[in-house]
Every structure is written in C-alpha cells, then in structure tokens.
C-alpha cells in the first residue's frame, strides 16, 4: 500500500460573499470535514475534534441541516435543491478526489492509483 505520511490536514474553507468580499463559514464544511475526521483514526487537534462533533451532533439529520444553512437555503432558492440534498448524502460515493498538479483537474482515486483502504 502506497503511504503519503503520517499526518493530514483537512480545512473546511468557508465561502467569501461577493458584495462585502467577508468569509462566511459554511456549516456544510465544517460538518462535512468533521465526517472524514470522525472516520480517520489518530490523534486530533481540538479544531479537528469539534468538526468531528460537529458533524456527530446532526449525522442522524445531515439533509434537513444543510437545507436550513444560510448556503443550503441560497442554492435551493436558485433552484438548486436537489444538488444540495446530493451534497448532504453519507457514504454516497466509494472515491477520493486528488488535485493532480499537472493539469489542475480533479481525479477520482481509481484514475489515480490510490489504493482505497
């Protein structure tokens, strides 16, 4: 198995609005880091354990949650619904996406001889 070392990073960025040029943290990426932490196994940093909580507290309502969010609401009145009950889905997908730095483009781990754990 092929090892890229012992310790990630994972960063729920947020969303910066147009009109005020601010960042608005976004439930949606804090809650969905927190599912790939609260699946890893290994030491984590208290920012890592309260994402990971995050996303315990409303597992059980992860659609209905990210439907209320200020972002989840936004897209859903531009007639986004659907994507965003797609984007709340669990375990919806068995792939990891890779930045390959040579063409910029996302990858799934298949395409880029990842070996899936």
Not at 68 to 96: M, T
Request: proline share 4%; aromatic share 6%.
């Amino acid at each position: 198995m092929q090892r890229y070392g012992s310790g990630i990073s994972i960063i729920p960025a947020g969303e910066r609005w147009k009109k005020q040029q601010t960042l608005r943290p976004a439930i949606e990426d804090l809650v969905g880091a927190g599912a790939v932490i609260h699946a890893l196994e290994g030491s984590r940093s208290p920012e890592a354990e309260t994402a990971a909580s995050a996303f315990a507290a409303f597992r059980e309502n992860l659609p209905s949650v990210i439907c209320a969010s200020g972002s989840g609401k936004e897209l859903i009145g531009r007639g986004f619904e659907e994507d965003v009950r797609l984007a709340a889905a669990l375990d919806a997908s068995d792939c990891v996406p890779m930045l390959k730095l040579k063409d910029g483009a996302y990858r799934s781990s298949r395409e880029s001889g990842v070996v899936e754990v």
